[in-house]
């Protein structure tokens, strides 16, 4: 295994850290206003993720950054090739982090719904169209001898990238219900196991139908594999789910998250961006990446780092381990 | 879309306007953690209920402020790719790596202390909680350094090699990219000037409410913190301004012979206080300025020879091939004067302002004054200043709070403009470093996208940082007061309210 092969995997480990921990989260955005009943009831939702969401997003920062350093050509490529897509999630997250900390700063009924309205649609629209961006990762896009992206912005929204959209979605949808099962109590939670069964329900079928897509197209034997770990993870989830065991449900439908996102990234390698005009233009691991110095440094920072950061995340999710009610939000303003 | 603008133009402006805007909350965020952070600390050890007070006040500016400030950063993560392609895939292997160390090293620690301390006070311990704060500053300040080190790398590229197949520039020694005296020296000037900026800030503040005697106590500590600040960053400013300055002499003396519009090189050069000239022509028609002061500046010697902007563009000409190597004049000599200016200004009403309110032991009796009384500004021994002096001085003490904000936007368009052409100085122009794939119409939708949205969250954001200025301190509650034992919470009543909450 070369140091660039290493370095697919490790950007692979920060997307998935990525979609396991914002997958979540966003779903619980998104389940504001699919289960929450009330402003009470939004608040606990909220106050799920609210000590986490921030360090959740700072995989993605990582993931951008480490594919700056380790793939600069895949950088480039996919991040002005996909500009308008990744115009709007750049614009969703920045109006979805001020939503989480402005909302509670001011008791006005209007200003409290305006920042919840924000909350849900900028969980939803980066949800859906982080499927998208990978979608096309994976099925490849026009990119010339330059590796610049020759396309339009139309040529991403392609039936296979939006199918992607609809499974990221309601993925994160599904690991957001059955994460809020989780972490409430009361009503709540009864009805988190309630919509996560039929969310997830809807995921299987159109996950089992994209993923087959991705793998007859273009899979191989250990993306089968992944895959059909995927499917079996999110059956158990929703067994586990039927059944109260909200633990299990989760650490399945995190299972799901993994080996789907893992299942995407066996098919693309030994690729990072297919050319669709010219199989010669595809950015590879090996065309598209740093020079081995600066692949060893970044290696050992990672290397080093990211399970210290696993550990103090992992700790931050302990100590706000108690599950949340209606009871526990203090109703007066908050300050 | 084809506008008559040159490629970079536009994502020129995008960056600008998106940087500039920043890192209005970058230096505040990184001073106010710190400062609140010791507020917190002195709370701890004192258990002064000021202290407590205090640390809730500025902790809450702070998080007002430190949610811009992520927010805006995500987008600095993204647009190389987006709009400087060109440039992401030449420097990729060198600067990328700074760049995921702050991410991966920095970004993790503040944002996920952040949480623990925002949603703590009721789940951890006293001490512990009070180690999350100071997680977050140490998170900043390392955050700071790493991206200071990848721009230092702009300014002047060291520890690379250029790769002719691959066409772009490879990391060959990393260790000299994070300790290059360019890097040491803005982290220096960085972190400083982001601490006057802090200072400041909480100078205005306090100043705001004594000026109404309201909130006495509490105010009164935290102006004498926001003094104390802004003078002691205030001069590493002005020290660390200097050693940049020298450096930056050596490194890129079109930069500063810009600063200066010092058309012809000349030994004893001038300070120049005011100039006004004719680019074209390349001359000053009007200048007032101080013999000596620049050579000073440049090579701590009035005598010494500075290299003037005609003569480095020859220089550069000969060196880089035909071509123009000025950078907009007027822009680096004004933005130069704008930085020190308003930088020197708000040190000069912090300085007065600690003589001002100097400790009691030093005033006769009849000025000291109770735990609960605003002071009186003291210019001389016996006497306090006149009721408009006074009320003049609390006014200008307000003001300073923008002044520092204003000297750092300057300070970044003075450096980073005038570096041009050049994007990494010397190896990659400017021109070529955008994205080619890129249509203008793209770049004017992100920019515009961004500016809209830039200038609703300001208001938003000034808005609501009023409203909790004017608010005030909170009065404390039961459980501010006792804190639990354990993590987690101390589990007496499962039912009981989160002490914060979305």
């Known amino acids: 295994m070369q140091l660039h092969d290493v370095w697919f995997v490790l950007i692979a480990v920060l997307w998935i850290g990525y979609f396991f921990l914002e997958g979540f989260d966003f779903g619980v955005g998104i389940l504001t206003r699919l289960l929450a009943r009330d402003r009470l009831e939004r608040r606990v939702l909220i106050n799920t993720i609210g000590p986490v969401w921030d360090g959740n997003e700072v995989w993605l920062l990582s993931a951008g950054g480490a594919t700056f350093a380790a793939f600069p050509d895949w950088y480039a490529t996919l991040f002005s090739g996909f500009y308008l897509p990744l115009l709007v999630i750049l614009v969703s997250l920045i109006v979805r982090g001020v939503a989480f900390e402005y909302r509670v700063k001011r008791p006005e009924e209007s200003w409290q719904r305006n920042w919840e309205t924000a909350l849900f649609w900028t969980s939803l629209i980066p949800a859906f169209l982080w499927g998208v961006a990978f979608g096309n990762i994976v099925r490849g896009v026009k990119i010339d001898q330059h590796f610049e992206y020759v396309g339009d912005v139309w040529d991403l929204f392609n039936p296979f990238a939006l199918l992607g959209g609809l499974v990221t979605l309601t993925l994160f949808t599904f690991h957001g219900a059955v994460f809020t099962a989780l972490k409430t109590v009361g009503e709540i939670r009864e009805r988190a196991r309630r919509v996560a069964l039929w969310v997830g329900l809807v995921t299987a079928v159109l996950a089992v139908l994209f993923l087959a897509w991705a793998q007859i197209d273009r899979g191989n034997g250990r993306s089968l594999v992944a895959m059909t770990v995927a499917v079996a993870a999110l059956v158990a989830a929703l067994v586990a789910n039927r059944a109260g065991r909200e633990g299990w449900s989760f650490a399945f439908s995190g299972i799901t998250v993994v080996a789907a996102v893992a299942m995407l990234f066996l098919t693309l390698f030994p690729n990072v961006m297919p050319s669709t005009l010219n199989a010669d233009w595809s950015l590879t691991v090996s065309n598209a990446s740093s020079s081995p110095y600066t692949l060893k440094i970044m290696a050992w920072c990672a290397g080093v780092a990211t399970p210290i950061v696993m550990l103090y995340q992992g700790w931050t999710y302990w100590v706000f381990r108690k599950r949340i009610g209606t009871q526990h939000i203090a109703t007066e303003a908050a300050h | ?502």
């Open chain 2, 1 to 502: 879309m084809n506008l008559a603008l040159a490629p970079e133009t536009l994502a020129r402006w995008q960056f600008g306007i998106t940087t500039v805007y920043h890192f209005l909350f970058v230096p505040l965020t990184i001073s106010l953690a710190a400062l609140t952070a010791g507020l917190q600390t002195a709370w701890v050890r004192t258990e002064k209920e000021k202290y407590l007070r205090a640390t809730k006040f500025w902790g809450k500016l702070f998080l007002i402020n430190i949610a811009m400030g992520v927010v805006t950063g995500i987008v600095q993560e993204f647009q190389f790719g987006m709009n400087w392609s060109a440039y992401s895939r030449f420097v990729g292997d060198v600067f990328g790596a700074p760049l995921a160390f702050e991410a991966l090293i920095a970004f993790f620690f503040e944002s996920t202390f952040i949480g623990l301390w925002i949603f703590g006070w009721d789940k951890l311990p006293k001490r512990l909680h009070l180690a999350c704060i100071w997680m977050v500053s140490i998170g900043t300040i390392l955050s700071a350094y790493f991206i200071l080190a990848a721009n230092s790398w702009m300014q002047h590229p060291v520890g690379y090699r250029i790769n002719k197949v691959k066409g772009r520039a490879e990391l060959t020694d990393f260790w000299h990219v994070l300790t290059q005296n360019t890097a040491l020296t803005q982290a220096f000037h960085t972190l400083t000037a982001s601490f006057l900026t802090g200072g400041a800030f909480m100078v205005g503040i306090s100043a705001y409410h004594l000026f109404r005697k309201k909130h006495i106590r509490v105010m009164k500590t935290s102006l004498r913190l926001g003094l104390v600040t802004v003078v002691i960053a205030g001069l590493l400013t002005a020290v660390s301004g200097d050693l940049l300055g020298k450096v930056m002499f050596k490194q890129q003396p079109m930069k500063m012979a810009a600063a200066e519009a010092l058309w012809d090189g000349q030994s004893s050069a001038p300070f120049s206080i005011f100039a006004y000239g004719d680019v074209s022509k390349g001359h000053n028609t009007v200048e007032l300025s101080v013999p000596g002061v620049l050579s000073f500046l440049a090579d701590d010697d009035f005598s010494s020879y500075v290299p003037g902007i005609n003569d480095t563009n020859k220089a550069e000409q000969q060196k880089y091939g035909p071509g123009d190597y000025r950078p907009i004049i007027p822009v680096t000599f004004w933005g130069f004067r704008w930085m020190i200016g308003f930088g020197m200004a708000s040190f000069a009403i912090g300085l007065a302002g600690l003589w001002l309110t100097r400790k009691r032991f030093m005033l006769p009796d009849h000025l000291r004054v109770g735990e609960d009384e605003v002071p009186h500004l003291v210019l001389f021994r016996e006497k306090a200043l006149g009721p408009t002096l006074t009320t003049w001085y609390w006014r200008i003490a307000i003001w300073t709070l923008a002044f520092p904000l204003i000297a750092n936007s300057w300070g970044w368009i003075f450096t980073e403009m005038g570096r041009q052409p050049w994007v990494v100085y010397g190896v990659l122009r400017t021109r070529d470093a955008v994205s080619p794939g890129v249509s203008q119409g793209e770049v004017i939708t992100s920019m515009t996208v961004f500016t809209l949205l830039y200038a609703i969250l300001a208001v938003v954001e000034v808005k609501l940082l009023a409203k909790y200025v004017k608010a005030g301190p909170p009065e404390l509650s039961e459980s501010d007061l006792n804190p639990p034992t354990r993590i987690g919470g101390d589990s007496h009543d499962a039912d009981k309210p989160m002490a914060f909450s979305y």
